[in-house]
């Protein structure tokens, strides 16, 4: 029973904006051979920084824009630090602008790291454009162990952006996004990028 009441309260708290967790989404594909798996490493990377080209996993998945550290769009581009990608959820939702905070691409691993960010096609960089507040990350990776291709997309310290100045005007949308996304579509987008990054059929 404490299990239960314990997770209710947990729940509460994320509600609230008081309370973050963790989610990760992960895709795995195993080859014949390691120089079959390293080619799909080499494609795998290629998908993970084109950006752009994940608006076209599903017409239910969000749209992805890779801007410039001016705002500017970037299309044929690819994040390095200090770029922002505006994320387009389905529906007639607000924009979600998070920045590049870092990026690595070793011999078997690449990966580029986000945080929830201002708009930086507006003045004001007090609000965070996003539904999570500013101290939660995404990291996008794919590395190559043997024969073994795997994808992940990392979530850290989740928590909605529903108090203070960098809420804005947006705090029960913030609510509403978060709590439908940790409850299915987060999952779905998730998995869906992570099943393209090693290219399950």
Request: charged share 20%; with cysteine.
């Amino acid at each position: 029973m404490s299990s239960i009441l314990d997770k209710i309260l947990h729940e509460l708290k994320l509600v609230r904006g008081d309370a973050s967790q963790d989610m990760t989404y992960q895709s795995q594909r195993t080859f014949p051979s390691e120089a079959a798996a390293q080619h799909a490493f080499s494609k795998a990377v290629s998908r993970l920084f084109h950006v752009d080209a994940w608006s076209d996993l599903s017409t239910f998945t969000a749209d992805f824009a890779l801007h410039d550290p001016h705002g500017a769009p970037k299309p044929n581009g690819t994040p390095i630090a200090g770029d922002y990608i505006l994320i387009q959820l389905p529906g007639p939702l607000p924009e979600n602008w998070v920045c590049v905070v870092d990026r690595i691409e070793e011999e078997n691993r690449a990966a580029f790291v986000v945080r929830p960010s201002h708009n930086p096609q507006q003045n004001t960089t007090q609000t965070i454009a996003h539904f999570f507040d500013g101290q939660a990350s995404s990291t996008f990776l794919v590395e190559r162990t043997g024969t073994t291709l795997t994808a992940f997309e990392i979530g850290s310290d989740e928590s909605i952006n529903n108090q203070g100045i960098q809420a804005g005007d947006r705090a029960a949308v913030n609510v509403l996004i978060a709590e439908t996304g940790w409850l299915f579509y987060q999952q779905f987008q998730w998995k869906t990028l992570t099943d393209y990054l090693v290219g399950a059929e």
